[in-house]
């Protein structure tokens, strides 16, 4: 981040020069008008012994009033009169003022200039960040799956297996690809979430089928890892949503959870959803890995790929519950994450408006 | 070689890959123990020992070169063959940095992880094996004493010397042929393997470390010499005359 560098070294370097620079003002407006006052003083002083000359020569004192207007005669001697002390002061606090308010706007224009320029740079690092995580990300999720794979292949080739061997490695090498299509379209849907390059349909979507078909799909997988997965949803229940999108919340939600749950050796996850108002609030709980509810506000940020407390590695690809957050956005829904702290499970919920009770 | 009978430690998260290497490596005839978290592999030290650690970088816990320092920090000098999704060349110095062994990026030929494996193990074997006699285990010279066990030395101002495995392995190198010229590549070939560092300079950044430990001047070094354009000499008692030329 060089130029960020830069650009904080002159943004320091202004602010600095522009302080001296209204200092120096403030400085060279004290001088000049100490300067004017002394000169106005000794104007003054020079003003008394003409006038004292004149009302000694006889001159009237009415008549030095007239021709010295700055000053006043008591009792037959010339004085200055009060409110030339007092103009002078008044003038030097004027321009002071004026000084202070000027430098000060000025100063505000230049932070308010730095704070835009800073918030460009910002962005554009998270960018920056964001696609360096992308690639690190790309690298994991792909190359690993992608190895297992090579590796699988060459084993065949290299040594003499049994048939049960082969099926375990055939199983695997699916496992791979598996992972590596669920990665591309997760990519490619976050991709064109985060630009906005989506077109939802808005129609009544019945819960309950919808995560039946989802729940179907992953039974098997979590018959494997020892993963009960238990589902109540009201029969009636029908949300106002984009049906494709629903399943994917659902399914990245169920997916979640398995990857929650698998690293402690299995447990249970139960889907349930209820009507609340004007919404309908799905909830998602599981007795996985959990995580500290201090990372409640990362759980859904793109990229965010929590430690599992268990030691099961880190799960998820980190776009999953990204995408269901941007899904629910779209959908004017909402999305909430709640565990009690690592190991204790956890709770996910989402709520689309209601469709209303068929 | 044969690779039977040593045990390896395989640190690697991804539960698929994890298997399909320690099958091929209990193919190999090699005693597999698996972890897939950072943390438990450093605990795993604790009460246990290995004679290779295959070492997945990203991993949960703490990363595969936070475990590499965290091992040899405590002086476990087990040699370690990083796996990694990453192969730039900046990741490959870090993990050779951290004390790794080897560096292999994601995906890899099977039959070249297997290569990696043995020659670290022969590399691995030779080492424990020319410092097995108690007369090899220690090298001293003018001065200084080093003990290829412990990868340990005492300078000869009285300094403690904590060696890394490659500085202990290029001495133990060098003071196996005192007097002859050993070349960079055979140093390379025997420390490190083949392909593993870029260019033959790393040798020389190491064989500048052991004179900052060991020569009373490192700038005019009278123990380990320069033979320009060949390799290094290993001289354990002052020569007359100072080194034969500079890196």
């Not at chain 1, 002078?88 to 000025?106: M, V």
């Not at chain 1, 993963?227 to 009201?234: K, N, Q, Y």
Request: a neutral charge; aromatic letters at 8%; proline letters at 4%.
């Amino acid at each position: 981040m060089k130029a960020t560098r830069l650009f904080q070294l002159t943004a320091l370097l202004l602010v600095v020069v522009s302080v001296l620079t209204v200092c120096w003002w403030l400085f060279d407006q004290q001088h000049y008008m100490a300067q004017r006052m002394q000169e106005s003083r000794q104007l003054h002083a020079e003003q008394l012994g003409a006038a004292n000359a004149l009302l000694a020569a006889g001159v009237p004192a009415e008549r030095v009033e007239q021709l010295l207007p700055d000053l006043t005669i008591r009792e037959g001697k010339a004085a200055l009169s009060a409110s030339v002390d007092a103009r002078l002061a008044a003038e030097r606090r004027r321009r002071l003022n004026q000084y202070l308010w000027e430098g000060g706007f000025f100063l505000l224009a230049l932070c308010a200039c730095i704070a835009v320029i800073w918030r460009a740079l910002y962005a554009e690092a998270e960018v920056i960040k964001e696609q360096d995580s992308f690639l690190a990300l790309v690298s994991h999720q792909f190359k690993t799956p992608l190895a297992s794979l090579q590796l699988s292949l060459e084993t065949m080739t290299l040594r003499t297996l049994t048939p049960e061997q082969l099926r375990t490695l055939t199983e695997r090498m699916l496992s791979d690809l598996t992972r590596m299509e669920t990665m591309v379209s997760r990519i490619l849907d976050s991709v064109r979430l985060s630009r906005g390059r989506v077109d939802l349909k808005r129609e009544a979507v019945p819960l309950a089928s919808a995560v039946g078909r989802v729940v179907g799909q992953f039974e098997e997988r979590a018959r494997k890892q020892h993963i009960e997965l238990e589902t109540r949803i009201p029969q009636d229940l029908q949300v106002l949503a984009d049906p494709l999108a629903v399943d994917v919340v659902v399914r990245n939600l169920i997916e979640n959870a398995l990857n929650a749950v698998a690293p402690v050796g299995g447990g249970k996850i139960a889907v349930s959803s209820r009507r609340s108002g004007t919404e309908i609030e799905l909830a998602v709980r599981d007795s996985g890995v959990g995580f500290r509810p201090a990372d409640e506000g990362r759980l859904f940020e793109k990229f965010s790929r929590l430690e599992s407390g268990a030691g099961g590695g880190y799960y998820g690809t980190g776009l999953g519950l990204y995408i269901v957050k941007r899904l629910m956005q779209l959908a004017g829904g909402r999305v909430a994450a709640h565990s009690e702290g690592v190991g204790r499970g956890a709770e996910f919920r989402v709520a689309w408006p209601a469709a209303g009770l068929t | 070689m044969s690779a039977q009978g040593y045990r390896v430690l395989l640190v690697e998260d991804d539960p698929l890959l994890a298997a399909g290497l320690a099958e091929n490596l209990r193919a190999e005839g090699l005693n597999v123990e698996t972890e897939g978290d950072g943390n438990r592999a450093v605990e795993w030290f604790e009460h246990s020992s290995c004679d290779l650690i295959v070492l997945d970088v990203m991993l949960p816990g703490r990363d595969g070169f936070e475990v590499c320092r965290a091992l040899r920090a405590r002086g476990t000098m087990t040699p370690v063959l990083f796996l990694t999704a990453r192969g730039d060349p900046a990741d490959r110095v870090r993990g050779l940095e951290a004390g790794g062994d080897d560096y292999l990026a994601k995906p890899f030929h099977l039959q070249e992880f297997l290569l990696r494996v043995r020659a670290i193990l022969r590399r691995w074997d030779w080492y424990k094996a020319s410092t097995a006699p108690a007369a090899a285990a220690t090298l001293r010279f003018a001065g200084n004493e080093v003990d290829f066990h412990a990868f340990r030395g005492r300078s000869w101002n009285g300094e403690l010397q904590e060696l890394t495995e490659k500085e202990a392995m290029i001495l133990k190198v060098l003071a196996e042929k005192p007097g002859e010229i050993v070349s960079r590549e055979d140093l390379l070939e025997r420390v490190w393997g083949y392909d593993v560092f870029p260019s033959t300079r790393t040798v020389d950044n190491f064989i500048l470390r052991l004179r900052k430990r060991f020569e009373r001047d490192p700038a005019n070094p009278r123990h380990f010499l320069t033979v320009w354009g060949v390799g290094y000499r290993f001289v354990a008692e002052s020569e007359p005359t100072a080194a034969e030329g500079e890196p």
